[in-house]
């Protein structure tokens, strides 16, 4: 188990049932009627059920065949999910997000674009991690979650050692966990904690592979944010062994 000398007791704490949400309210403003109608029509025919998603192989998922299948937590607006999707036709990608306004505007881009390798976790990610086949994704991504910076709310960040042995089990030997953050905070912990377990290896070999975005990035509303209120983000990048 790795274990965070910044946290409480030397140890990321494990959470009850509630205190384990690693996001924050669900729902936003007032979704547009497109958006509303996209999520009634479509969502149903993109949603996984994770009680099922292990009864066969999760490219069957998809309804032509592709070469892998990669992992979005937390997609926000989903601009790098929908990107990600479009640029690469052949891998299938799945989004999970619980605030419903991005569920909305990830369905909504989906359905308008007609990309058919995607499909959409509207919930709690843990149930459907916990479901998931071993070794069965090429790729997680964790893009500029929520940072909880008080200290007291240290325990809610996704960043910890059960979901560390969680993206573990799910990714395939040579698959890749990527986190991107503008929190420096944030970023210390996720490699503090990465770089303690022997599972994995960061990938950067110099200052420009974590200083840089990724090939094809997109840029997200975040992230924009972030620039807008002078702070720098970071890409980090980590293999399974």
Known sequence: MTTDKDAPGGETPAPGPREAAFYGRRKGKKLRTAQAAHLAQDLPQL???????????????FPHDVRAVRLEIGFGGGEHLV??????????????????????????????LGLANVRLHGD???????????????????????????????????VRADNIDRIARLLRPGGHFRFATDI???????????????????????????RLPWEGWPGTRYEAKALREGRRPGYYEFRRL
């Open 124 to 158: 709690d990610v843990v149930p459907l991690l916990d479901r998931l086949p071993d070794a069965s994704l090429d790729r997680i991504d964790l893009l500029y979650p929520d940072p909880w910076p008080k200290r007291r709310h240290w325990k809610r960040r996704f």
């Open 83 to 112: 990107s990600e999707a479009r640029r690469h036709p052949d891998i299938g990608y799945i989004g999970a997000e619980a605030f419903l306004n991005g569920i909305a505007k990830a369905t909504t881009a989906v359905a308008e």
């Open 184 to 210: 420096e905070h944030y970023a210390g912990w996720t490699l503090r904690h990465f770089l303690a377990d022997p599972r994995f290896e960061w990938t950067a070999a110099r200052a420009d592979d974590w």
């Open 47 to 61: 949603a996984i059920d994770p009680e099922h998603v292990a009864e066969r192989p999760l490219a069957a998922l």
